[in-house]
């Protein structure tokens, strides 16, 4: 389990995170939402130690993630951030690959690892492309095949790896946003963990197994998303006129707008 408890993040006397706590579940998609500025990819850089929290802390498989070394925990968790410059000429194959960098794979192996991948993220037979030719919705998925690859090199198992993806699906049409989410979930029924910040609160609804809902950085909701039937919060919280309806084959809430 990612444990995330009590996490007070400051940057010039404002409090990014306040008292923050979660927990990111093997087998379970757990979605983090919230306004602009409410803190979402600061949680993620402090969930994949890339930022150390002021006070709290964080642990991965019960220990704390400051302790890992950084070769095992490439090997532990893969994450996605909002930007990703790639200064050098590659192809296709070749940003992928770099997910493989804390594996020794033999190029067969790497090559079909490769592939299939690519295949899941709906990228198949695009690996001598060049990366920089790519749209930005070819190249978000590129990316996203660059962190499974990172966890899937490891054919013992999937169980007990996560996946921090900062809005993964931000670029994509709706055909692709609903097979990466499909993937997502399949992916946690595995046993994977997955901590993804999207900004859609209804396919936030439709696919999260649990919600976790950020304003100026304090959690101020986390639950199923049934636990949004009856609520009022994502209203209050984003400060948005909407209606809230049932799914018409689920039942889960969904908003939609007010004119
Ligand atoms: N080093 C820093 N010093 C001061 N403020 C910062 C610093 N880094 C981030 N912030 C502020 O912290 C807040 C949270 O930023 P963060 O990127 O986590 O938001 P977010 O929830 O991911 O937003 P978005 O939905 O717009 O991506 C923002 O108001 C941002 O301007």
Request: charged fraction near 25%.
């Amino acid at each position: 389990m990612l444990n995330v408890c009590e996490v007070t993040l400051i940057r010039s006397g404002k409090h990014l995170l306040d008292k923050v706590s979660l927990n990111i579940k093997p087998g379970e998609l757990t979605i983090i939402l919230g306004p602009n500025g409410a803190g979402k990819s600061t949680l993620l850089k402090c969930c994949s130690g890339a930022l150390q929290p002021n006070s709290g802390h964080i642990e991965l498989d019960q220990k704390p993630l400051a302790d890992w070394s950084l070769a095992d925990l490439a090997k532990k968790r893969a994450v996605l951030t909002q930007q990703i410059h790639m200064p050098f000429a590659l192809t296709v194959s070749e940003v992928v690959s770099l997910g493989l960098a804390p594996w020794k794979l033999r190029e067969a192996e790497a090559m079909k690892l490769i592939s299939d991948t690519l295949d899941d993220v709906g990228m198949g037979n695009t690996q001598e492309r060049h990366y920089a030719s790519l749209s930005g919705g070819e190249q978000q998925r590129i990316q996203l095949a660059r962190v499974l690859v990172q966890l899937f090199a490891d054919k013992a198992s999937k169980e007990g790896k996560y996946l921090l993806l900062d809005e993964p699906i931000s670029a994509l049409d709706l055909h692709q946003q609903q097979r990466v989410l499909r993937l997502l979930k399949k992916l946690a029924e595995q046993g994977l963990g997955v901590f993804c910040i999207l900004h859609d609160i209804n396919l936030a609804s439709l696919y999260g197994d649990n919600l976790v809902l950020l304003e100026q950085g304090k959690v101020v909701f986390n639950g199923k998303p049934e636990a949004l039937e009856q609520s009022e919060r994502i209203e209050t919280t984003y400060r948005a006129d909407l209606i809230r309806l049932p799914h018409p084959e689920l039942g889960l809430p969904q908003w939609q707008f007010r004119q």
